[in-house]
């Protein structure tokens, strides 16, 4: 049955006196409403709790990996790229350059690899009881806004050492930040539901994400991706929100007009496309996992 009460309602409805289960599928965007999964806050609070006392648990480091890695991800490509092989950052100091980058593109990194994990992570919960299996993708990926808030401390540090102002524009910031985390979930809910039945998911993400590191202008700016390559740049959604966030930070490198906009746009026809695909396979979690 609670593969059954996942994706539909059931309630009680007498028929000549005998009560009788009605059975009958759910209203809202996609199957989902929007109203339960505020209902079940709580245990979206929970479960992000959860994530970050088990992440953080019995590491020697604990909460400074979330400085250790953005810095030394910023190291390597100051190294190798700029150094060696003389990628440069115009007028801007490299390694804040790198850092803008890394700093968005960890957390969609890190929010996608967790929540597409999330349905298997939580077999033990999803098999016993109802709630919003929605939530479990959110939830994982929502947790990394806690390192993200770290690395943002970390950037910051970086560029008083360099004596670089923040511009005017920061105040876009978050909703770059956001853009980031929704762009992970667009990705993240579709490859939850997909790795519940084939578990091959776990071991080709991370080679995607690897890939994208390398397609994504975090390293180099998009003015030096040869022309008849930046419209397949812009196909990437993290393209504009690394630019973007970019901008926002230091007032450099404006992403050009509309990639922004295609970014909102792939970002949203995945979105969507996962949603269905979710809503479709969700009754299924229970006896599948």
């Known amino acids: 049955m609670s593969g059954v009460s996942a994706a539909t309602d059931v309630g009680s409805k007498p028929v000549d006196g005998v009560p009788q289960i009605v059975i009958k599928h759910r209203e809202g965007f996609a199957g989902f409403r929007l109203r339960e999964l505020w209902d079940y806050r709580e245990l979206g609070v929970f479960l992000v709790w959860r994530d970050l006392k088990v992440r953080f648990r019995q590491t020697a480091l604990g909460v400074a990996w979330a400085v250790v890695q953005p810095l030394l991800l910023t190291a390597i490509f100051t190294i190798f790229l700029n150094r060696v092989a003389g990628i440069y950052s115009y007028d801007l100091p490299y390694a804040v350059f790198a850092l803008t980058g890394v700093v968005p593109w960890t957390l969609f990194s890190q929010a996608l690899m967790t929540s597409s994990q999330s349905l298997v992570d939580s077999a033990n919960i999803l098999t016993k009881v109802y709630f919003p299996r929605l939530i ?31 511009a005017p524009t920061i105040v876009f910031a978050p909703l770059f930040a956001l853009f980031a985390l929704v762009v992970a979930l667009a990705f993240g809910i579709w490859l939850s539901a997909v790795n519940v039945r084939y578990r091959d998911v776990q071991f080709i993400l991370p080679f995607l994400i690897q890939l994208g590191l390398l397609a994504t202008p975090i390293a180099y700016p998009l003015s030096q991706v040869p022309e008849q390559w930046q419209v397949l740049t812009g196909l990437n959604p993290m393209a504009g929100v690394v630019s973007g966030f970019r901008w926002s930070v230091t007032g450099e490198f404006a992403p050009p007009p509309g990639q922004i906009a295609l970014s909102a746009l792939v970002t949203a026809v995945v979105l969507v496309g996962g949603l269905v695909y979710f809503r479709n396979t969700e009754r299924t979690f229970a006896d599948v996992i």
């Open 136 to 166: 479990l993708p959110i939830a994982a990926a929502s947790s990394y806004l806690v390192d993200f808030a770290i690395s943002l401390a970390v950037l910051a540090g970086v560029m008083g050492l360099y004596g670089v102002a923040p």
